[in-house]
């Protein structure tokens, strides 16, 4: 419940406390005095959209603060658990509008974005108009309020799923389809590809051991002559034999020189092992250069088709290897491809199931509710002076989609044998106004701890229907709380509490004021609303005798 209201600094209010109270709350006042500024403010505070400038000339900046009696179970305190705000009996709201278009919101003195107020704002009230702005009057929301109104929030949470998961199949079922169209389209390339590859299979590393094969075969005959030569001189007719021949020589003496060659014979023996394996190595060296001439052409044949390959795949030599396997990969999704679209487009007729199950479930829950509705309306209409108005919940066959198969559409006939037709195009002002509050009563019906607001809602009806009216927001109000700004004394001599809009000039600055009216000048105030400017005797009577009725 909206226990009070404070603005300062907003428009043309400079400091407003408005204390409300259950049950039914009016809000009267001329035209122009300022009730639709005390809504917008209203709105400011609860994240709606509205105007853009609503700080008062001259002041700084405008700020109003909203507070609500908030019980244990209220849906708010999810919304308040879920951004990390402490819970209290008491929820208060404040926003602060600068004078440079700057917005900060408070909730329980925590800052907190646009988005959390306008979640919590969905739990606490409820604003409605002639011109409706919550999709009464539109037919794109009638089927989300059906939905609502019949509780079929999770047959359409189930149709959602089952939507997602069919868009998702077909999607996987399309990709595959292209991926394979196009794999088809360079088939005949790929297993080319692939058997060329597959026939050469090059090596990482192989492309440079070849290129210095190659090198080494080519350059082999220049330098055999001198590697020939120099295995001569390190040989046994060269350097190793006249180094045996001194080792020899210099043993047989040692024994005689009182071991002053011991240390010569030592090295000497020495070199001989060095000597032995630089003869070792040469001797290897001349094994690799004695070459088939024949394999330097098979080299060079093996090293270019690498290299050929590889500048037709556009990669490395060393990267020829995996360039196969990717290719490989894709011939063997092509081949496998048929298994593979087989199984997903089973998968879709799955989903379609599913999605045809749930569509079927939640459009046979749809009807249901619909005939609810219709007998809610009916029921509803008649206290209204409307009982030969027909009210209708159309529904008709969609394009499939997230939430079913259903459009749904409400329509009215005001009089017997009349067309039925749209709600905003068939009703006239009067009419339109009471199916607008019996529809509103139907589907808020078990919306507990909501204020509702009802913005003009008696517009364009008076006498015994302005009265209904009055005596319906009576009845709505009891163990709630409605607060209704109103034009007709009928619909405010019903109120439990009143309060009237007055706007003023003071020091040519025009303010706005909003007053709560003792039983005296309740009296006064629908006098006025009875008679005008000049307020009769015969006036005041007749505001008695509403206020007794």
Not at 160 to 184: K, N, Y
Not at 436 to 459: H, N, P, S, Y
Not at 466 to 471: L, N
Not at 473 to 482: D, I, K, P, S, T
Request: with cysteine.
């Amino acid at each position: 419940m909206l226990r009070s209201l404070d603005i300062r600094d907003m428009l043309i209010i400079d400091r407003l406390e408005l204390e409300l109270q259950p049950g039914l709350n009016a809000l009267t006042g001329e035209t122009g005095a300022g009730k639709s500024i005390l809504l917008d403010a209203l709105g400011f505070v609860l994240g709606w959209r509205g105007r853009a400038e609503l700080v008062r000339e001259g002041a700084e900046q405008g700020e109003v603060v909203a507070e609500f009696d908030l019980p244990p179970d209220h849906a708010a305190n999810e919304i308040l658990d879920e951004a990390g705000i402490p819970r209290d009996d008491v929820l208060i709201l404040r926003r602060v509008n600068s004078r440079d278009g700057r917005k900060t919101a408070f909730v329980n003195d925590r800052r907190v974005s646009g988005e959390v107020l306008r979640q919590l704002s969905d739990t606490l009230v409820e604003l409605h108009g002639q011109q409706d702005d919550r999709g009464l009057l539109n037919p794109r929301g009638h089927r989300q309020l059906l939905d609502a109104f019949g509780g079929l929030e999770d047959l359409v949470a189930r149709t959602r799923a089952a939507w997602r998961d069919l868009a998702g199949a077909r999607s996987a079922l399309q990709e595959a389809e292209a991926r394979v169209s196009s794999l088809r389209g360079e088939e005949d390339f790929l297993r080319h590809a692939v058997e060329e590859l597959d026939r050469l299979s090059p090596e990482p590393g192989e492309d440079e051991a070849l290129d210095q094969r190659r090198r080494m075969m080519q350059g082999a005959e220049k330098i055999r002559e001198d590697i020939v030569r120099a295995h001569s001189a390190i040989g046994s007719e060269g350097a190793e034999g006249l180094m045996r021949d001194a080792s020899r020589w210099l043993e047989s003496a040692a024994g005689k020189a009182g071991g002053a060659l011991d240390a010569a014979v030592d090295a000497l023996n020495r070199a001989m092992v060095e000597l032995a394996e630089a003869e070792d190595g040469v001797a290897r060296a001349l094994d690799a250069l004695d070459f088939d001439p024949m394999e330097l052409e098979r080299v060079e044949e093996r090293l270019f088709a690498i290299r050929a390959l590889a500048r037709k795949h556009d990669v490395m030599p060393d990267d020829l290897a995996g360039a196969a396997d990717a290719l490989r990969e894709r011939l063997q999704a092509l081949d496998s491809s048929s298994d593979d679209l087989r199984a997903l487009r089973h998968a879709v007729g799955e989903a379609e199931e599913l999605y045809d199950e749930a569509t079927d479930a939640l459009g046979a829950a749809r009807a249901e509710a619909a005939e609810q509705l219709d007998a809610a309306m009916s029921a509803e209409l008649a206290p209204l002076k409307m009982e030969r108005a027909v009210f209708s919940t159309e529904i008709t066959e969609a394009e499939d989609g997230p939430e079913g198969r259903d459009a749904v559409t409400f329509t009215v006939a005001t009089n017997p044998g009349a067309p039925s037709g749209p709600l905003n195009k068939i009703a006239s002002g009067g009419e339109l106004s009471r199916f607008l509050l019996a529809l509103k009563v139907c589907l808020t019906a078990d919306a507990d701890g909501l204020t509702m607001i009802f913005d003009e809602i008696d517009r364009g009806v008076g006498g015994a229907t302005a009265d209904a009216v009055g005596r319906r927001l009576e009845q709505l109000a009891e163990g709630a709380q409605v607060l209704v700004v109103t034009h007709s004394p009928q619909v405010a001599a019903r109120a439990a509490f009143h309060a009237r809009v007055e706007k003023s000039v003071v020091d040519d600055v025009t303010l706005s004021r909003v007053t709560g009216l003792s039983d005296g000048e309740r009296v006064d105030e629908i006098a006025r609303m009875l008679s005008g400017d000049r307020v009769t005797e015969e006036a005041r009577a007749a505001a008695r005798a509403l206020l007794d009725g």
